[in-house]
């Protein structure tokens, strides 16, 4: 059984572009959560995918964008960078919604916005 | 609206001795709650939960963790250190709505040989 991979490992970025990150969740998961983890804090959420539709948002402004495609898998999009938002950007899948399914986390891709 | 703080960002035990990482939960309904372990570089992976079966919830890698209503409390402990534990240690609680966790800003494992 494939754990939850993201990719790239690693991208560095400057302020203004637009970055794209990919999840690949765990076979037979059909909810994808995102979270940013910026250094020395907790990861926060910034929202979650439900069979292809938004299950669920945090406090991210509309630049945070999302998708889920068919097989589940993942991409969270961030356009017009800012150097705040360099972090470690963290999925996680779990098999159904709802707050008591366990969330399996990717190892995360580092973000450097300079 | 549901929220975790954990007391202490650092701690610092020697080899053998007890490990002691306090957590606090504010939740208007039930929680569910979690401890995950991150280690360098790597995502985060589940120690423990409770989903409000039994108060006590035993762990991976020897840890448990005692679920206290009367204290709102989620303290992880494991009675002999090791040095593989050296590492940061989050505490979440599953949200209503959103589905997703709130998290604890973490605390930071340093065992000392």
């Known amino acids: 059984e494939t754990g939850v991979t993201q990719s790239p490992t690693h991208l560095i970025k400057t302020r203004g572009q637009q970055v794209t990150l990919r999840c690949s969740s765990q076979?037979?998961?059909?909810?994808v959560s995102w979270y940013q983890q910026a250094l020395g804090q907790g990861p926060q959420f910034i929202f979650q995918?439900?069979?292809?539709?938004?299950?669920g948002r945090g406090n991210f402004p509309p630049r945070f964008s999302g998708l889920q495609f068919p097989n589940y898998s993942s991409e969270l999009n961030v356009n017009a960078l800012e150097l705040d938002d360099s972090a470690l950007y963290l999925c996680?899948?779990?098999?159904?919604?709802?707050?008591?399914?366990?969330?399996?986390f990717g190892p995360g891709t580092r973000l450097t916005v300079l | 609206a549901q929220s975790v703080t954990q007391l202490g960002s650092h701690v610092s035990v020697s080899e053998g001795a007890l490990v002691l990482l306090r957590c606090n939960y504010s939740?208007?309904?039930?929680?569910?709650l979690f401890w995950y372990v991150q280690y360098p570089n790597q995502g985060l992976q589940l120690l423990l939960k409770y989903t409000s079966a039994a108060t006590l919830v035993k762990g991976i890698n020897g840890f448990e963790a005692e679920f206290k209503k009367s204290e709102t409390s989620f303290h992880l402990t494991k009675p002999s250190a090791h040095m593989s534990d050296a590492a940061e240690y989050f505490c979440a609680v599953g949200t209503l709505n959103n589905n997703d966790m709130r998290f604890g800003a973490g605390t930071r494992l340093t065992v000392k040989p």
């Open positions: 996680a899948s779990s098999l159904d919604r709802g707050r008591y399914n366990e969330q399996f």
């Open positions: 939740s208007s309904v039930p929680p569910y």
């Open positions: 995918y439900y069979r292809e539709e938004e299950n």
């Open positions: 076979s037979g998961h059909n909810t």
